[in-house]
């Protein structure tokens, strides 16, 4: 039975298999109880696997598509939302990057995309499954 102390903590009887906490949810369904949901939650890599040439191009193209000055600066690790880019403003960075790559990004795949990094990688690997 899971007990739950403070605001962050929780413990449990007997251990448990550690998981990650990002897919917790707590949310009372009834007066004086708390139940416990666990929700996936996809995993975000840290490394970028895209080459060079393809974050520099998208970085280019993310800079055009915002309207971006000269002097911001746009790398892998820069999310589209900290750039001002709004849902729509996304749809748009990609449509850019198909156009340009001459690539065709699914839907589910395009919600994925919050970085560079995140762009630059899908590229590589449709380019790439396009060879």
């Given at each position: 039975?899971?007990?739950?102390?403070?605001?962050?903590?929780?413990?449990?009887?007997?251990?448990?298999?550690?998981?990650?906490?990002?897919?917790?949810?707590?949310?009372?369904?009834?007066?004086?109880?708390?139940?416990?949901?666990?929700?996936?939650?996809?995993?975000?890599?840290?490394?970028?696997?895209?080459?060079?040439?393809?974050?520099?191009?998208?970085?280019?193209?993310?800079?055009?598509?915002?309207?971006?000055?000269?002097?911001?600066?746009?790398?892998?690790?820069s999310k589209f939302?900290?750039?001002?880019?709004?849902?729509?403003?996304?749809?748009?960075?990609?449509?850019?990057?198909?156009?340009?790559?001459?690539?065709?990004?699914?839907?589910?795949?395009?919600?994925?995309?919050?970085?560079?990094?995140?762009?630059?990688?899908l590229i590589d690997k449709l380019?790439?499954?396009?060879?």
């Amino acid at each position: 039975m899971a007990s739950i102390a403070g605001s962050s903590a929780l413990s449990f009887a007997r251990p448990v298999k550690a998981i990650n906490t990002n897919s917790l949810a707590f949310s009372p369904v009834r007066k004086g109880n708390t139940f416990l949901h666990l929700q996936p939650v996809p995993m975000r890599s840290v490394s970028c696997a895209a080459k060079k040439d393809t974050v520099d191009k998208v970085c280019e193209i993310v800079k055009k598509q915002l309207a971006l000055p000269d002097h911001t600066e746009v790398c892998g690790e820069s999310k589209f939302s900290e750039l001002g880019a709004d849902s729509l403003d996304t749809v748009e960075i990609v449509m850019g990057l198909e156009e340009h790559f001459d690539i065709s990004v699914e839907e589910s795949s395009a919600q994925t995309i919050a970085t560079v990094e995140d762009a630059a990688d899908l590229i590589d690997k449709l380019v790439a499954g396009k060879a």
